[in-house]
T-cell receptor
């Protein structure tokens, strides 16, 4: 079945460490997205990519980095510069044009202590 | 920039009762609007979408939504709520670049 896989589901890190969240899709979608979810704030866009080897900052990109070397993969690195990294992170993909809806993975909950 | 407002943080309804979740958007042109549902600890599932045409759109799980341009609203409705509908619901508007802007969400509780 086609879908989006995020791993791991739960991730724990010590403050000051970088951590990379994985996102893989087999939907053959051109566009991929990373959102951060905090209680009562909805989802906020971190980074998005509309094509391989290209990506743009979203609304809250500071302290995060991404790469898009393959169509299927869009990993997110949470760096030590991110002041409040503990959150639920959601990856999504879409065909990228014409108002195509986003399809979401099941998320990674990151806890930094 | 576009924005989406969901005025109700929590809503509680009895099983079998009707449901309406409110959503207001700000967008200059004709918006592309979506409703998603999220179960705890899971990703988001698309319920329905509105692009143009009929202002009443049908979605999955018996949900429907009505687009009212004059009120900048896109409220979600269901005639009879089931206990399995308890979840968090998000309204979203599509921005240039095929990016979604989300509301803060409404948590639905269903009492038996």
């Amino acid at each position: 079945d086609g879908g989006i896989t995020q791993s791991p589901k739960y991730l724990f890190r010590k403050e000051g460490q970088n951590v990379t969240l994985s996102c893989e899709q087999n939907l053959n979608h051109d566009a991929m997205y990373w959102y951060r979810q905090d209680p009562g704030q909805g989802l906020r866009l971190i980074y998005y990519s509309q094509i391989v080897n290209d990506f743009q900052k979203g609304d809250i990109a500071e302290g995060y980095s991404v790469s898009r070397e393959k169509k299927e993969s869009f990993p997110l690195t949470v760096t030590s510069a991110q002041k409040n990294p503990t959150a639920f992170y959601l990856c999504a993909s879409s065909e990228g044009q014409g108002g195509s809806p986003l399809h979401f993975g099941n998320g990674t909950r990151l806890t930094v202590t | 920039a576009q924005s989406v407002t969901q005025p109700d943080i929590h809503i509680t309804v009895s099983e079998g009762a009707s449901l309406e979740l409110r959503c207001n958007y700000s967008y200059g042109a004709t918006p592309y609007l979506f409703w998603y549902v999220q179960s705890p600890g899971q990703g988001l599932q698309l319920l329905l979408k509105y692009f143009s045409g009929d202002t009443l759109v049908q979605g999955i799980k018996g949900f429907e939504a009505e687009f009212k341009r004059s009120q900048s609203s896109f409220n979600l409705r269901k005639p009879s709520v089931h206990w399995s509908d308890a979840a968090e619901y998000f309204c979203a508007v599509l921005e240039y670049g095929n990016k979604l802007v989300f509301g803060a969400g409404t948590i639905l509780r269903v009492k038996s």
